[in-house]
């Protein structure tokens, strides 16, 4: 597209000669008979290119191109001054008041359309340059707002993996998933977990050794949790409660249960076997249970854990205290959903802790 011209001369007769020729040509032209006018008409109608003549009244051409380039809105814009006077002199006085191009008097048609041409030219690459230098950095800012909000997303999200499931913690993060930490009751299956035998390591090892004996032993149990889509309520000690169907549901909460308490003693075997070696006599005992709980967010600001409140709690971890080492124990009803799929063998009625009536108690010995 042909750019906008403005001719500055403060006689009529050469402002209008080089005017039409310009718009002959096809470019918009605007025009001024004096410099303080040029230098208003640039502020408004901010042209591509100025023909400015030098010998005018009151503010020179020389000291018009200085005020262009003084300000920083129109430092690039292309001046051509056009002067009748030696064009030797007045080309240095040109080019040190900040002129780009320079035309004697009187104007060579021709050379005249060259130069706006080529100017032109010089000028949409330089608008062409600030337009991408501009959007550029709209992106970057742009770009930067979001590797920020997506590490502050990032780092919300690994905090709520510490104890939701992966699905959950996204759904939290994402905006959609607080709604499932409000007080609310569903049907679940609760997984107790702890060794044997770690009472009487811890009074006769050293922290040290306990340490290391907890970390080797939750890096293993800890993916199986994820991987089954349970959720973690607490650590205690050696003892871990496991929950599934809440927040998020699951098609088969209860096979999901067993197929990770079986995964667990298979993955615990060699742990038991490294550690007899290091003098460690440790086996893991599991109970779980299927039934209704009241579940949500418990604590205080700052400090906040989800919870699973209810006898199926309690059953499960009665269970799990009943369980010998390799045991995965449950009751009739959680066993009736997975029958199916496991192999189990009766214990016959057990007296359990806080129960009032005898729990009759199935080990889990494999899947089918």
């Not at 005017?19 to 002959?24: G, R, T, W």
């Not at 000690?237 to 549901?249: E, S, T, V």
């Not at 005992?285 to 906040?304: D, M």
Request: proline residues 5%; hydrophobic residues 45%.
């Amino acid at each position: 597209m042909p750019g906008k011209i403005l001719v500055v001369d403060d006689t009529p007769l050469n402002v209008k000669m080089l005017a039409d020729l310009l718009s002959f040509k096809g470019y918009q032209t605007a025009t001024a008979a004096s410099g303080a006018e040029a230098l208003r008409k640039i502020e408004d109608e901010h042209p591509d290119l100025v023909l400015l003549d030098v010998m005018m009244p009151g503010m020179n051409g020389y000291e018009v191109c200085q005020k262009i380039r003084e300000n920083p809105a129109t430092g690039m814009l292309p001046v051509v001054m056009v002067t009748a006077l030696d064009p030797a002199q007045e080309r240095v006085k040109g080019i040190e008041a900040g002129a780009d191009d320079f035309l004697s008097k009187p104007i060579n048609q021709p050379e005249l359309l060259a130069r706006v041409r080529s100017l032109l030219r010089i000028k949409e690459l330089w608008d062409t340059v600030q337009s991408q230098a501009s959007q550029l950095a709209e992106w970057n800012k742009t770009l930067e707002q979001r590797v920020q909000e997506q590490v502050s997303q990032l780092d919300r999200l690994g905090r709520l993996k510490n104890f939701f499931s992966p699905q959950l913690a996204e759904s939290i993060v994402n905006g959609g998933g607080e709604d499932l930490l409000k007080t609310h009751r569903r049907e679940v299956v609760v997984v107790f977990l702890d060794m044997r035998g770690f009472t009487a390591f811890t009074d006769s090892s050293e922290p040290e050794e306990v340490m290391n004996v907890l970390n080797e032993y939750h890096k293993v149990m800890g993916p199986l949790i994820m991987e089954h889509e349970g959720t973690l309520e607490r650590f205690a000690g050696d003892g871990m409660m496991i929950f599934f169907n809440d927040p998020i549901k699951l098609e088969n909460p209860v096979l999901n249960a067993v197929t990770m308490a079986i995964a667990m003693q298979v993955k615990f075997a060699p742990l038991r076997a490294a550690w007899k070696k290091r003098g460690f006599d440790l086996d893991l005992g599991i109970g779980f249970v299927q039934g209704y709980a009241t579940l949500g967010a418990i604590g205080y600001e700052g400090r906040w854990d989800y919870a699973c409140i209810g006898g199926v709690s309690n059953l499960a971890a009665r269970l799990c205290s009943e369980a010998k080492g390799g045991q995965i124990l449950t009751n009739p009803k959680t066993l009736a959903r997975i029958e199916d799929a496991v192999n189990a063998e009766p214990l016959g009625e057990v007296t359990l802790k806080g129960i009032a009536h005898p729990v009759a108690a199935f080990n889990i010995t494999g899947a089918k």
